[in-house]
């Protein structure tokens, strides 16, 4: 009697590939393959639009809404041109304001838009100079509420303020 092995594995495993369980192995291996293939994808995608932003823009910028930001520039810059002194250092502080809270919302810490300025390191934000003596004449007009500003002053506070949120594409 002559038993030849591996006949037998061989008619086993034909068996076992023309089986219904093959079928649902196979079905479940692919479903579960795909499943993984579209979690990777996912996972890859978001991890390259955060280093895009960093590579781009020096820091991990968060998506921020460009309406609220025009909306509320256009206010300041209408106040700024209305020719009252009062409301000209009105829209310095809510640019100031602003600039503060979009900073915080990048990430940059502190109680105000002055250590939040500290905190950045040079070629992170566009116009980082321009904010700075921007935020000189905003602390000239909370110090002395009497201080006399002229329009150029104003002009170049809000134009300092303009660039850094320009170069976040918050303006246009």
Same mark, same amino acid.
């Given at each position: 009697?002559?038993?030849?092995?591996?006949? %037998? =594995?061989?008619? /086993?495993?034909?068996?076992?590939?023309?089986?219904?369980?093959?079928?649902? $192995?196979?079905?479940?291996?692919?479903? +579960?393959?795909?499943?993984? $293939?579209? +979690?990777?994808?996912? $996972?890859?995608?978001?991890?390259?639009?955060? &280093?895009?932003?960093?590579?781009?823009?020096?820091?991990?910028?968060?998506?921020?809404? #460009?309406?609220?930001?025009? *909306? /509320?520039?256009?206010?300041?810059?209408?106040?700024?041109?209305?020719?009252?002194?009062?409301?000209?250092?009105?829209?310095? =502080?809510?640019?100031?304001?602003?600039?503060?809270?979009? $900073?915080?919302?990048?990430?940059?810490?502190?109680?105000?838009?002055?250590?939040?300025? +500290?905190?950045?390191?040079?070629?992170?934000?566009?116009?980082? &100079?321009?904010?700075?003596?921007?935020?000189?004449?905003?602390?000239? %007009?909370?110090?002395?509420? #009497?201080?006399?500003?002229?329009?150029? *002053?104003?002009?170049?506070?809000?134009?300092?303020? *303009? #660039?850094?949120?320009?170069?976040? *594409?918050? /303006?246009?």
């Amino acid at each position: 009697m002559d038993i030849n092995i591996f006949a %037998i =594995i061989k008619s /086993l495993w034909q068996a076992f590939i023309a089986s219904s369980f093959f079928v649902f $192995l196979k079905s479940f291996g692919a479903f +579960a393959f795909a499943v993984l $293939l579209v +979690a990777n994808i996912l $996972l890859l995608s978001k991890r390259l639009r955060s &280093d895009w932003r960093v590579a781009f823009r020096g820091t991990n910028v968060p998506p921020l809404k #460009k309406s609220k930001y025009m *909306e /509320l520039w256009e206010h300041i810059k209408n106040d700024a041109a209305s020719g009252d002194s009062a409301k000209a250092k009105i829209a310095v =502080i809510e640019a100031d304001r602003m600039f503060s809270e979009t $900073l915080g919302k990048i990430g940059y810490k502190g109680k105000d838009a002055g250590e939040q300025i +500290a905190a950045v390191r040079p070629g992170q934000l566009v116009g980082l &100079d321009g904010a700075k003596l921007a935020h000189e004449t905003f602390k000239k %007009i909370v110090r002395n509420g #009497k201080h006399k500003i002229d329009v150029s *002053e104003i002009e170049a506070a809000l134009a300092g303020y *303009e #660039k850094v949120f320009k170069g976040l *594409e918050l /303006l246009d």
